[in-house]
């Protein structure tokens, strides 16, 4: 494996298993992302991009498994942790950000509390006023006071993208998975999520694998393009 990676997937299997039989989903994935890339994995609908995502950080579907090859994450091999470990892992290190996420905004919450919510789970970040306010200012908001006093349904798709996208830059994390985070945007707002993490990858060194169907709305901004064949192969774009 190269060393220098911070992520590393080497022929990656990911099967269904049922009682009878193992059926592999992808077969033979590789590819590797440095610190500080921006990574997009592109390919047609139905190639694994989004089960590859899911092993990354340990959330397959019950009926999926990693069957074979191996992924390693800052040098130690990431696909034989238990459930716990992945707990762990994900947010801190891991942070994936998936359309579904969305939903997983509370109606009834103001963002301030989906914000104070998700830093009350780590004791050592900061959860001062000041910190808030600049969390979201990274991601774009001129008047953070009035975003954070609002609820999820008083703010545009865009909007509440990119108050997923400050919950989960809070938890520092070394690795992001963004998997067709712009799906459900305008072509604007499109271009502003796009934009706003190749200023974050400026600014913070932010890593990014970055998952889409849209080759050219990633290429923009991606270092590299790999792109998943049906079957798993990954074939490096660019
Ligand atoms: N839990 C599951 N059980 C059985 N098959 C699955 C499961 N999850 C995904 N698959 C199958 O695995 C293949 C890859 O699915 P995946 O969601 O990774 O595709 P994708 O490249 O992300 O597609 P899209 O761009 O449409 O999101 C598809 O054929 C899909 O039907």
């Known amino acids: 494996m190269k060393n220098d990676a911070l992520l590393q997937v080497e022929n990656l299997e990911i099967s269904t298993i049922t009682k009878e039989k193992k059926v592999p989903l992808i077969k033979g994935a ?15 609908s139905g190639c694994g991009k989004s089960l590859t995502a899911h092993a990354l950080v340990g959330l ?52 301030k509390k989906h914000i104070k919510r ?3 789970k780590h004791r050592d970040i900061p959860k001062d006023k000041k910190h808030i306010y600049e969390l979201l200012q990274s991601v774009g908001f001129k008047d953070p006071g009035y975003i954070l006093s609002s609820y999820p349904f008083e703010l545009s798709g865009g909007m509440r993208q990119r108050v997923l996208l400050s919950l989960m830059l809070s938890l520092k994390p070394s690795l992001l998975i963004a998997d067709e985070p712009t799906t459900a945007l305008d072509t604007i707002n499109k271009e502003k999520v796009m934009q706003l ?11 990014v694998l970055l998952i889409s169907h849209d080759q050219e709305s990633v290429a923009r ?8 064949k049906k079957g798993g192969k990954i074939s490096v774009c660019s």
């Open 221 to 228: 901004i991606a270092d590299r393009v790999i792109r998943m």
């Open 60 to 111: 397959l579907e019950k009926n999926c498994e990693v069957t074979g090859g191996a992924i390693y994450y800052k040098n130690k091999r990431l696909d034989d942790r238990n459930k716990k470990d992945f707990q762990r892992i994900r947010g801190r290190e891991v942070g994936l950000l998936i359309q579904e996420s969305l939903n997983g905004l509370n109606p009834l919450h103001t963002v």
């Open 30 to 44: 590789s590819f590797h992302i440095h610190k500080g890339e921006i990574v997009a994995l592109v390919g047609e």
């Open 197 to 207: 993490l190749k200023k974050l990858q400026k600014q913070y060194g932010l890593t």
């Open 118 to 120: 998700t830093l009350k």
